[in-house]
C-alpha cells in the first residue's frame, strides 16, 4: 500500500481543514487506518483510527469532539477533518495503513505503512 496524504496548510486558531489520504492497492479496504502528527521537537502522536469497515473510530484526546476521521473504500482514501483547530495542532500529519483486519491500532508500531505527510500550520 502507498500512501499520499495532501490537504495542509495554513490556517487562523478556529478555523478548519480537511486533510486527505490516497491510497493504492487492492487491499485498501481491509485495511484499518491512522492519523498521527508530529510537532517540531516532538514524537510523533496518535491522532485518530478508523477501523477497516469504517465503523469503529478512537481518537486522542487532545483532538476529540473538534477531529473527525471517515474513509471512503470505493475511493481509497481516508479523511481527516478538523475543526476549531489550535496553534497547538501545528504540526506534520501523516496518514497509515494497518495490515492487521481486527486490531484496534492506536500505536506506532502497531502500522505497516506511512505516508509522507502534509503540514498544517495554525497561527493564533
Known amino acids: 500500500v502507498q500512501l499520499q496524504a495532501s490537504g495542509g496548510g495554513l490556517v487562523q486558531a478556529g478555523g478548519s481543514l480537511r486533510l486527505s489520504c490516497a491510497a493504492s492497492g487492492r487491499t485498501f479496504s481491509s485495511n484499518s487506518m491512522g492519523w498521527f502528527r508530529q510537532a517540531p521537537g516532538k514524537e510523533r502522536e496518535f491522532v485518530a483510527f478508523?477501523?477497516?469497515?469504517?465503523?469503529?473510530?478512537d481518537y486522542a484526546d487532545s483532538v476529540k469532539g473538534r477531529f473527525t476521521i471517515a474513509r471512503d473504500n470505493a475511493k481509497n482514501t481516508v479523511y481527516l477533518q478538523m475543526n476549531s483547530l489550535k496553534p497547538e495542532d501545528t504540526a506534520v500529519y501523516y496518514c497509515?495503513?494497518?495490515?492487521?483486519?481486527?486490531?484496534?491500532?492506536?500505536?506506532?508500531?502497531?502500522?505497516?505503512?506511512w505516508g509522507q505527510g502534509t503540514l498544517v500550520t495554525v497561527s493564533s
Open positions: 478508523i477501523s477497516w469497515s469504517g465503523r469503529s473510530t
Open positions: 497509515a495503513a494497518d495490515r492487521d483486519l481486527y486490531r484496534r491500532a492506536l500505536r506506532l508500531e502497531d502500522y505497516d505503512y
